[in-house]
């Protein structure tokens, strides 16, 4: 039937459980007017992306970009040439990261992996790490007890050297607090990197995972009590079942191609480097021409935008979401 869609109402990260039905299209993006007696509901600003580089810019070292956080997430954008100034310790979460662009090598005291676009790696809470990095660009996902539920492609392993033209050196070492946050630190000290490097003795395994399934379902590859990873493939995709998360809000990273984002709070064209969150509630849903593929984020807690906004969503019609459709029946 013309000017039906179908709408998915899910309840992640608490559990898989859904509730489906049919919905007239035009009616979700039309406001009815407020009681002149009473105020019901409020007046909602439009969604706000932000956007980051996926080329290398040469600069000096530079602390991490924050882009969203909150009490149980904490996202950020990075890009390095050579070493950190230190090894690194999370007191309190894991940390996540997925490379973007260049080539990095990890190493931990569980071992070393090298890392390269699209892999993804989960440092647990507690374990000393370094990085070294060839034009890298790299995001980081900072939460509680996370867990792989993806495809593992590589597990670390010990080395006598990391890296070409590694030598161990005396390093500093830096303990933090609040999910990784500047000025949250615990404790510093030097520390003997050769040593460091040997010496763990642990039961956990770093692995690396990668997105395999080309499929229109999210593919999850983290898992914790308060925030889900996963990324999502989509192919000419109409756009013609939405989402509400009734449980969470969901933060996208555009990875690759170009995406035309309908909410219920505006429309944007999202393009590879974008990063922006939709609130718990809102529906949603992605029409796109081609192939696009993006990084979804569902967190039960909040996790405010960091970042300066670098475009805003446009109000949405029906008339803008039929003719993104239409572009796409041009290339079937």
């Given at each position: 039937m013309d000017g039906i869609v179908e709408e998915v109402i899910d309840s992640l990260p608490v559990d898989e459980s859904v509730v489906r039905m049919s919905r007239k299209e035009e009616l979700l993006f039309q406001v009815p007017p407020n009681s002149p007696a009473m105020t019901f509901w409020r007046d909602y600003e439009p969604l706000a992306a932000v956007h980051f580089s996926q080329t290398y810019t040469p600069s000096t070292f530079a602390p991490p970009r924050d882009v969203y956080c909150g009490n149980f997430l904490r996202l950020e954008w990075q890009q390095i040439q050579g070493r950190q100034p230190f090894y690194h310790r999370n007191a309190d979460v894991d940390e996540v990261s997925l490379q973007i662009a260049g080539k990095r090598t990890l190493m931990t005291e569980l071992g070393s992996l090298d890392v390269k676009p699209g892999d993804w790696s989960r440092i647990p809470v507690g374990i000393a790490h370094d990085n070294s990095c060839w034009e890298d660009i790299h995001l980081l996902f900072y939460f509680h007890a996370a867990a792989e539920t993806?495809?593992?492609?590589?597990?670390?392993?010990?080395?006598?050297?990391?890296?070409?033209?590694?030598?161990?050196?005396?390093?500093?070492?830096?303990?933090?607090?609040?999910?990784?946050?500047?000025?949250?630190?615990?404790?510093?000290?030097?520390?003997?990197?050769?040593?460091?490097?040997?010496?763990?003795?642990?039961?956990?395994?770093?692995?690396?995972?990668?997105?395999?399934?080309?499929?229109?379902?999210?593919?999850?590859?983290?898992?914790?009590?308060?925030?889900?990873?996963?990324?999502?493939?989509?192919?000419?995709?109409?756009?013609?079942?939405?989402?509400?998360?009734?449980?969470?809000?969901?933060?996208?990273?555009?990875?690759?191609?170009?995406?035309?984002?309908?909410?219920?709070?505006?429309?944007?064209?999202?393009?590879?480097?974008?990063?922006?969150?939709?609130?718990?509630?809102?529906?949603?849903?992605?029409?796109?021409?081609?192939?696009?593929?993006?990084?979804?984020?569902?967190?039960?807690?909040?996790?405010?935008?960091?970042?300066?906004?670098?475009?805003?969503?446009?109000?949405?019609?029906?008339?803008?979401?039929?003719?993104?459709?239409?572009?796409?029946?041009?290339?079937?």
């Open positions: 993806g495809k593992i492609v590589a597990t670390a392993a010990k080395r006598e050297v990391q890296f070409e033209g590694w030598s161990p050196a005396t390093v500093p070492e830096l303990l933090t607090a609040c999910l990784g946050t500047r000025g949250c630190d615990l404790a510093v000290s030097l520390v003997d990197e050769e040593l460091l490097l040997k010496t763990c003795s642990t039961m956990q395994d770093l692995s690396l995972q990668r997105a395999t399934d080309p499929g229109n379902d999210t593919e999850w590859l983290y898992k914790s009590q308060h925030v889900w990873i996963g990324v999502r493939q989509l192919n000419n995709a109409a756009g013609k079942v939405y989402t509400r998360h009734r449980r969470a809000d969901a933060i996208h990273y555009q990875l690759s191609g170009t995406r035309t984002l309908v909410t219920q709070r505006g429309t944007i064209e999202l393009v590879p480097g974008d990063f922006i969150s939709i609130p718990m509630g809102c529906a949603y849903t992605s029409i796109c021409v081609g192939e696009s593929s993006h990084i979804l984020v569902v967190t039960s807690q909040e996790a405010p935008l960091k970042a300066n906004a670098t475009k805003m969503a446009m109000p949405t019609t029906i008339q803008n979401v039929l003719l993104a459709r239409k572009q796409i029946s041009g290339n079937i």
